[in-house]
Every structure is written in C-alpha cells, then in structure tokens.
C-alpha cells in the first residue's frame, strides 16, 4: 500500500494550497483517512480527518480555514487550506487506517507559508 501527496509548495500568507493524497490498491475506503502536520520540533498533529461514521474532525487551529473532502472511487482525499498563516508551515503526511493498531503514512509534503 502505498499513500502519494502532491500539491504542497510555497504560499505567502493569506494564500490557498490543495492537497491530494492518492492511494495504491490495498485500500479500499477514505472512511478513516485523514491528514497530519508536523512542524521543525513540534509533535506531529492531527489536521483534518474523514472519520468512519461520515463525519469529519478538524485541529482546532485549522477550523473555518481547511476542509477535507474525499472521491472514495478513487481512494483519493483533498485538503484544501485557505487564510493560510506561516505557523501552517510543516510537512503534511496522509494517513489510513491500516487494520488494528496500525496505519499507512504518505511520504510528506511540505508547505511553507511565508512571505
């Protein structure tokens, strides 16, 4: 299995990004996919996520700007960032939920907000 981001970048403040995060055969659901951020020093942290029963879960730093959505025909899942500020700067890792206790991680994308 694997998970591919794409669409991170360089944005200055007050910009937009979309992140695409497609999965490789072996998933067969975005129900539980969902997206991460880490930050130089910082713990990694949940951003958004498309949760089991249908509803979604958002960081309280990103609500009202990041929305997460999903093409489950495609096993695809988008976070379109808005109000973007430079403490958004991190690398963003998709996640799935992999059985268990376990889960698949993207590569990481980086974002960095800055003018």
């Known amino acids: 299995v694997e998970l591919v981001e794409s669409g991170g970048g360089l944005v200055q403040p007050g910009g937009s990004l979309r992140l695409s995060c497609a999965a490789s055969?072996?998933?067969?659901?975005?129900?539980?996919m969902g997206w991460y951020r880490q930050a130089p020093g910082k713990e990694r942290e949940l951003v958004a996520r498309l949760n089991r029963d249908g509803t979604t879960t958002y960081g309280d730093s990103v609500k009202g700007r990041f929305s997460i959505s999903g093409d489950n025909a495609k096993i695809e899942v988008y976070l379109q960032m808005n109000s973007l500020k430079p403490e958004d700067t991190a690398v963003y890792y998709c996640?799935?939920?992999?059985?268990?206790?376990?889960?698949?991680w993207g590569q990481g994308t980086q974002v960095t907000v800055s003018s």
């Open positions: 055969s072996g998933i067969f659901t975005i129900n539980g």
């Open positions: 996640n799935a939920p992999a059985g268990g206790p376990f889960e698949y």
